[in-house]
């Protein structure tokens, strides 16, 4: 029973993060072999790759979370719902709360 549960999580992960991280891992593989093979070098580059995990796994958890706001503000706008594609910020796909307008009068997150 238990190995179904860890299977159904693996199918949530979304494809973009794993290729991201196969293409660090795969990157960071590559440099070990070509520059350090020294225990030192592999250490120094494998805690610069769980950095770099890290990090994209952060941007993955925080577009998740962004975009299930959405959903849930399109669900209590009911029919005004086309009103949220004014309310979002269109590079980090949040919210906006603090809005700035450019010249052109696109509204972006401060």
Known sequence: MQDNVVNEERTNVPQEALAALSSILHGALARVARHDKTPEGKARVLKNLLAHMKRSGEEVVRQHVAGLKISALRQCLGRA?????HLVCPLSGEVLRHPVVDKEGRAFER
């Open 81 to 85: 719902e086309g009103v949220v594609e």
